[in-house]
T-cell receptor, first 111, second 118 residues
Framework: SQQGEEDPQALSIQEGENATMNCSYK?????LQWYRQNSGRGLVHLIL?????REKHSGRLRVTLDTSKKSSSLLITASRAADTASYFC???????????FGKGTKLTVNP | DARVTQTPRHKVTEMGQEVTMRCQPI?????VFWYRQTMMQGLELLAY????????DSGMPKDRFSAEMPDATLATLKIQPSEPRDSAVYFC????????????????FGAGSRLTVL
């Protein structure tokens, strides 16, 4: 069953704009991860945020986590055409080792 | 860069045929996962192994699917007999799970095996 649910399902922006994707989950978590999938490829890990962290940065990526609302957001600043991909959040539920993925946000960055 | 290798990349077969997908995980990773991706269901966890032992296969249809890890360099997912509803992309992923080392719990995915059952 899906644990994380991304929102929106699809997002289309112009190059240079910021892209924000949200993820909501249902149960307590140990950590939350974001992955990217280019068309026809496997998933690639982007960033991991632990349940006791509120914000994390990596290059043009900024991830926030609000455990009281059971939600996370991924912000990509100054987007590029190469950022076009699907983005997934994944969670490890407390007491489990299974990494469960949402259905993803499909991001299109227009040049 | 170390990577997860999956074969075959593409497979077209007829209903009723046996299909075997193979995965070579990254050396040193202790956990191997099998996922299935479809447009309708997204990424579904089928099964996973820790140190080659099956820990959970509750996501797999037991009557036709089987997953094994005969050695540390090979994981297999077998479908017998295959059905059209099995058409999907099957991903193998490996990671160092349950440890405190840097990069723990992060998965490296293979490129996937795209299965079409006619």
């Amino acid at each position: 069953s899906q644990q994380g649910e991304e929102d929106p399902q699809a997002l289309s922006i112009q190059e240079g704009e910021n892209a924000t994707m949200n993820c909501s989950y249902k149960t307590s978590i140990n950590n939350l991860q974001w992955y990217r999938q280019n068309s026809g490829r496997g998933l690639v890990h982007l960033i991991l945020i632990r349940s006791n962290e509120r914000e994390k940065h990596s290059g043009r990526l900024r991830v926030t986590l609000d455990t009281s609302k059971k939600s996370s957001s991924l912000l990509i600043t100054a987007s590029r055409a190469a950022d076009t991909a699907s983005y997934f959040c994944a969670t490890v539920q407390g007491g489990s080792e299974k990494l469960v993925f949402g259905k993803g946000t499909k991001l299109t960055v227009n040049p | 860069d170390a990577r997860v290798t999956q074969t075959p990349r593409h497979k077209v077969t007829e209903m009723g045929q046996e299909v075997t997908m193979r995965c070579q995980p990254i050396l040193g990773h202790n956990t191997v996962f099998w996922y299935r991706q479809t447009m309708m269901q997204g990424l579904e966890l089928l099964a996973y192994f820790r140190n080659r032992a099956p820990l959970d296969d509750s996501g797999m249809p037991k009557d036709r699917f089987s997953a094994e890890m005969p050695d540390a360099t090979l994981a297999t997912l077998k479908i017998q007999p295959s059905e059209p509803r099995d058409s999907a992309v099957y991903f193998c992923a490996s990671g160092l799970v349950g440890t405190r080392s840097s990069g723990a719990n992060v998965l490296t995915f293979g490129a996937g095996s795209r299965l079409t059952v006619l």
